[in-house]
């Protein structure tokens, strides 16, 4: 099956003080029609530069896209111009941050802000628009729409704007959503709740969905498959199960002991010791090296490439490949 999005090769490089340096390279994954992909990796390992990549929306004019593809249904985003890549935003690809009252408008009802992008990639009536939104707001979980589309958002608890948000994305019938750590400033019940509805989204409209996350729990959830992400590249890739129950990068592995349920309990849990490297200061070889006790010479002198260790499983580790039964973390 031809894949909705697939990535090839991308690379986002910055520009500061006269330095060039890359804070995404070589990241590649596929996400098939109805397919919910984690995105994991500690703060800073660039898993929302390559979100934003995806739509050309990048956080700061000294970034760039200096390579690869961003094939979506066959049509390439990397090469589109400024006017092509704005028609896809919102209509093929919506988006939804951490911070969803940073995103709404909040002198502006939020019935108002879901019917303004109706009216404005549906070309349709404004009753009609209103009509239409009050559905959306339905179909992600707000009671009594009729009446709280005329809230404002300081009238929204932090779920439900979450979920206003969701239904804004959606106002344009998007293939995919693309959710940038959507749960992280939720308590843990609400966060379930906006899982579940991410997942009957995806039942319901087929939609497929790229979910950020620093929590592996989160994805062994809702998630079908998982791409890691260290020091700006994608390090192990492949189905949720197989990843999660058997890992072959030594930073999925640490990662994995380091979620509650495999900690001491709480206050004791297992943290990886030493920091991520920063973007423009990455070590040479492998970026996970300094940190990992498998480390070897070759580690420090070559970047792994990622290679498939067992069917749609890919890892990035030659350590682990070469001697799986004893080197294995
Ligand atoms: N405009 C920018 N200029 C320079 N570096 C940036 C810029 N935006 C982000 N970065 C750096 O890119 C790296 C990846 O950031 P990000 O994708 O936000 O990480 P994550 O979402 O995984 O926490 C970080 O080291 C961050 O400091
Ligand atoms: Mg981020």
Known sequence: MTPLLAVKNLAVRAKMHGHEFDLVEDVA???????????????????????????????????????GEILFDGRDFAKMTETQIRNERGASVGMIFQNPASHLDPVMSIGDQVAESIVLHRGVSKAEAWSQTVDLLRQVG??????????????????????????????????LLIADEPTTALDVTVQAQILRLLMDLRDKRGLSI?????????????CDSIAVMYGGRIVERGPKRD?????FHPYTSRLIA????????????????GQPPSAGDMPSGCRFHPRCDLA?????????????????????????EAGITEARP
């Open 243 to 247: 990843v999660l129950k058997a890992p």
């Open 296 to 320: 070897q010479t070759s580690c420090r002198e070559t970047v792994p490439g990622l290679k498939e260790r067992v069917s749609g499983h890919l890892a990035a580790c030659p350590i682990t």
């Open 29 to 67: 994954f596929s996400l098939q029609r109805g397919e919910i992909l984690g995105l994991v990796g500690e703060s800073g390992s660039g898993k929302s530069v390559t979100c934003r990549a995806l739509l050309r929306l990048l956080p700061g004019a000294n970034l760039s896209i200096t390579s």
């Open 142 to 175: 707000i009671p009594d729409p009729e009446r709280r589309a005329r809230n404002f958002a300081h009238e929204f608890s932090g779920g439900m704007k979450q979920r206003a948000m969701i239904a804004a994305a959606l106002a344009c019938d998007p293939q």
């Open 258 to 273: 380091c979620q509650p349920a495999h900690g001491l309990g709480a206050g004791l849990l297992p943290s990886i010791p």
């Open 210 to 222: 790229i979910l950020v996350t620093h929590d592996l729990g989160v994805v062994a959830q809702a």
